[in-house]
């Protein structure tokens, strides 16, 4: 089973940047699928990035385009969210998470039910 820990979360600035990693254990990293989600207070956790397995497609979600880039290193088993131009509507917990289910996925799905690993999260605090 593998593990997910997320890293690089904190309290920044409104306009400023932040990278996130999330480190896997296992050796079938390179085989999943990953994705970024976030849940703010009171709200629905929701899809920020996608992944394929082999990082071939990306895909994100409206409110972060142009702004977040995912990207994976399957060597080092670690997958990133890099946020730049950050805004306070950006904060929450932000989740790491795999689809271990379905291997050598080819696309990089929206849909919070396709995950089925997650990590614990790390918190994102944009200040005004």
């Known amino acids: 089973?593998?593990?997910?820990?997320e890293s690089g979360g904190g309290l920044v600035q409104a306009g400023g940047?932040?990278?996130?990693?999330?480190?896997?254990?296992?050796r079938?990293?390179?085989?999943?699928?990953m994705g970024w989600f976030?849940?703010?207070?009171g709200k629905e956790r929701e899809?920020?990035?996608?992944?394929?397995?082999?990082?071939g497609s990306t895909s994100y979600a409206d409110s972060v385009k142009g702004?977040?880039?995912?990207?994976?290193?399957?060597?080092?088993?670690?997958?990133?969210?890099?946020?730049?131009?950050?805004?306070?509507e950006d904060t929450a917990v932000y989740y790491?998470?795999?689809r271990t289910r379905l291997l050598f996925a080819s696309d990089s799905s929206h849909e919070r039910v396709d995950y089925d690993t997650w990590g614990q999260g790390t918190q994102v605090t944009v200040s005004s």
Do not use: H
């Open 96 to 98: 790491c998470a795999a």
């Open 47 to 55: 899809f920020v990035a996608g992944i394929t397995w082999n990082g």
């Open 38 to 41: 976030r849940e703010a207070p």
């Open 67 to 88: 702004r977040f880039t995912i990207s994976r290193d399957n060597a080092k088993n670690t997958v990133y969210l890099q946020m730049n131009s950050l805004n306070p």
């Open 17 to 26: 940047s932040l990278r996130l990693s999330c480190a896997a254990s296992g």
């Open 1 to 5: 089973q593998v593990q997910l820990v």
């Open 28 to 33: 079938t990293f390179s085989s999943y699928a």
